[in-house]
């Protein structure tokens, strides 16, 4: 307490206003296969968590019949009972889809002040031409007219006189810049320039690709005789320039000149290419493997999957759209410049580094599919080389045959749409590896894979299932059902494999009795239903057959929203099924005493005459005759161990007394009371005094706290005695 040593008035603020907090009992764990989305225990993943239908399709795909176990489907049924639930994919050497989006060169000119016969020539050196006129007409890479007779005139002196392709006789660079700059449409054509050898102006399209091109007709105005005329000079493209102080070589001219009649010289993009004749590329890939990120069409002639549209932008800048399952999803500003669109920024060249929801993409060779460390290009008219491997080639213009161009300049990624192919969910039912990825694992960094990703104190997962498909794995099962009894968390819902025969067959299984499983299952953490139940699958449009653990699960999130965990998950009222069609297995009543007593757990799925299909049964798959032979008992007693311990870690090392014990029966009396009213318990009682906290467990700075409940039992069998009697009996006293 602080010590007070001058009069005032003082206020001293305590909370003593302690309460239990509440625990959502609907939260259920599935673990299982999908088509794509993120990998628990893999780069930092956790169980997902999925709060509806659309968000779980949207994550990790549809089911399918390709994809081994039912998860999915679990999953999907679940969410029509609750709100929360955590999925937790498991893969093993699976491929993530992929596309490689080639990186080519914009059609280029060249304007230059170079005096001879290979540039258009404009200066001092002859009066009698006081201006330029430049017409271009711009293609992008599908063919289409993006840019139609786009005139800009260039003033007389604009463009410096020289005889030397690399001298300072380029003063005047920055006014052409200016001039071309100014009367272009930067959207659909570019002007930029540079210094010393690239001291002079380029005029780009802005589309890049071999079939991306551009026309250029150039008119000079003859000052004597007061006309526009077709320029007599010839000019090159710019895939006749070469690298280096040389002037170009006759030979290297390419295109030709324009001179006489002609009207216009076209120039062509291309894509850029390494010494391996592999294409250099953004590599794109799906943000995890899987077959979920394929695109293609679907039966109902419908898109799936995901594809990456490259659109024209202006200057140096780029388009990528992400398309999922045909529609636009994210929009990325792109460029390989340096600063804030530099492409892998951009997109994300890791999962580390992910800002898509759906794809990374990284620089690299296209058929090796070989990525390399990229440089930024500090402008767009830097050499493509300078991107980051040394095999890079490029060149512009139709004849691709123009040698020693490494370095062609204007570097985009090629328009198009480009489809993610070729990923694979990494397992099938044969895998000898199933049993093994499903179980998981702890890794050296933290992470947890498979199952072992529900120990998690944080995830609040009370409910567990795997749903195995045709596939009986009884090691998946014994791991999830010791889980369940080492964290104390959940249940764990399992169930015999598909087409295991009669009752009998049934009864053996779950006894270890037969082939498919060789110990029993005796545990109050899991709970056992059987036979499998027909839906018809609105994904495959067919009739299938579920496991029956996951109507167990579905009916527990129904019981829960209806009533509280502690109300039986079964019978007419909260057991009752809409969705099946049918059961694998028709049960009488001798099945049902069968599966339900002599020692056997097993809880019956009845499709019953009127009532319809019914959970009939709420056994835990103890054999022992306690209260915790009981699901709702199992339940309820999850419920309470987490609320007490959710509202009682606060007071862990407060002083071991009566004040704090006295907080202790505070906390958790009226949260048993409040069970009880809602029909849980019938009576309880909380002890923390000086009879459970002997004077050695304070030595041991321990303090033990002792409650006592009575749970509700359910009436699973309704009798009513009928008794006949005479006309003269005393009805009253019977």
């Given at each position: 307490m602080p010590s007070y040593v001058s009069p005032g008035v003082y206020v001293v603020e305590k909370d003593i206003s302690d309460y239990p907090v509440s625990i959502n009992s609907s939260v259920i764990g599935i673990v299982g296969f999908a088509s794509k989305g993120p990998i628990a225990g893999i780069d930092g993943e956790r169980a997902t968590l999925v709060t509806s239908q659309n968000d779980l399709i949207r994550v990790f795909g549809e089911p399918s019949e390709d994809i081994t176990g039912q998860a999915l489907e679990g999953a999907l049924e679940v969410l029509e009972t609750t709100n929360s639930i955590r999925f937790i994919r498991c893969a093993s050497g699976a491929l993530q889809s992929s596309a490689?989006?080639?990186?080519?060169?914009?059609?280029?000119f060249h304007v230059s002040g170079r005096v001879d016969d290979r540039m258009i020539t404009l200066g001092t050196d002859d009066a009698a031409v006081s201006s330029v006129r430049l017409t271009a007409t711009v293609w992008d890479n599908t063919g289409t007219k993006i840019l139609t007779d786009k005139v800009v005139t260039i003033p007389s002196g604009t463009i410096g006189a020289s005889s030397s392709y690399n001298s300072s006789g380029h003063a005047n660079t920055a006014a052409l810049k200016k001039v071309l700059g100014g009367g272009l449409d930067s959207s659909k054509i570019i002007a930029t320039g540079g210094t010393g050898a690239d001291a002079s102006a380029f005029i780009v399209g802005a589309a890049a690709g071999s079939g991306a091109y551009m026309d250029l007709k150039v008119e000079i105005y003859n000052s004597d005789s007061a006309s526009w005329v077709t320029c007599s000079a010839a000019f090159t493209p710019l895939n006749a320039i070469g690298e280096g102080s040389a002037a170009p070589t006759a030979a290297s001219l390419g295109q030709g000149a324009l001179n006489g009649a002609a009207t216009a010289v076209r120039t062509h993009g291309t894509t850029a290419e390494s010494t391996q004749e592999d294409g250099v590329a953004l590599l794109v890939q799906g943000l995890y493997p899987g077959k979920g990120y394929d695109a293609g069409t679907k039966d109902d002639g419908t898109t799936s999957g995901h594809s990456v549209d490259v659109n024209v932008r202006g200057a140096a800048n780029f388009e990528v759209q992400v398309n999922d399952q045909g529609v636009a999803s994210e929009t990325f500003k792109c460029s390989f410049l340096s600063g804030e669109p530099f492409i892998e920024t951009q997109i994300g060249a890791t999962v580390a580094t992910k800002t898509s929801e759906w794809i990374v993409g990284r620089m690299g060779e296209n058929k090796s599919l070989t990525d390399f460390t990229t440089t930024k290009l500090s402008n767009f008219y830097d050499r493509l080389s300078t991107l980051g491997s040394s095999t890079i080639n490029g060149w512009h213009g139709a004849d691709n045959s123009v040698a020693d161009m490494a370095g062609g300049r204007f570097a985009k990624l090629v328009q198009g749409t480009y489809s993610l192919a070729d990923g694979t969910n990494g397992i099938e039912d044969t895998d000898p590896e199933l049993a093994t990825i499903l179980i998981g694992e702890e890794k050296s960094d933290g992470g947890k894979t498979g199952m072992q990703a529900l120990d998690d104190d944080l995830l609040n997962i009370s409910i567990a299932m795997c749903p195995h498909g045709t596939t009986p794995i009884d090691s998946v099962q014994n791991a999830l059902i010791t889980l369940a009894e080492g964290t104390q968390n959940f249940l764990a819902l399992v169930a015999p494999p598909y087409a295991v025969g009669r009752v009998g067959d049934a009864i053996e299984w779950h006894n270890g009795l037969d082939d498919n499983r060789s110990a029993a299952i005796n545990s109050s953490y899991a709970a056992c239903y059987w036979p499998w139940l027909k839906v018809f699958s609105v994904h495959d449009g067919a009739d299938r057959w579920y496991s029956p653990e996951i109507f167990a699960a579905r009916q527990m999130a129904f019981t829960d929203s209806v009533a509280d965990p502690w109300f039986a998950p079964a019978g007419y009222v909260r057991g009752r099924l809409t969705k099946p069609t049918d059961v694998e297995l028709a049960l009488n009543q001798g099945d049902r005493d069968s599966l339900y007593s002599g020692g056997n757990v097993i809880n019956p799925i009845v499709n019953f005459p009127?009532?319809?299909i019914t959970i009939f049964g709420q056994r835990t798959t103890q054999r022992d005759p306690t209260a915790l032979d009981r699901v709702n008992v199992r339940r309820m007693l999850i419920v309470i161990r987490k609320m007490i311990l959710?509202?009682?870690?606060?007071?862990?090392?407060?002083?071991?007394?009566?004040?704090?014990?006295?907080?202790?029966?505070?906390?958790?009396?009226?949260?048993?009371?409040?069970?009880?009213?809602?029909?849980g318990i019938t009576d309880f009682r909380v002890v923390c005094d000086s009879t459970t906290n002997t004077p050695v467990r304070i030595d041991r700075n321990e303090m033990w706290t002792k409650v006592i409940i009575k749970p509700t039992k359910t009436a699973e069998m309704v009798v009513f005695e009928i008794n006949i009697t005479n006309q003269t009996a005393q009805l009253g006293k019977i």
């Open positions: 490689a989006v080639p990186v080519g060169l914009c059609p280029a009127q009532q319809g959710a509202s009682t870690r606060r007071l862990v090392f407060e002083p071991n007394d009566q004040f704090t014990w006295s907080r202790v029966e505070d906390l958790i009396n009226p949260m048993l009371d409040d069970i009880k009213r809602r029909r």
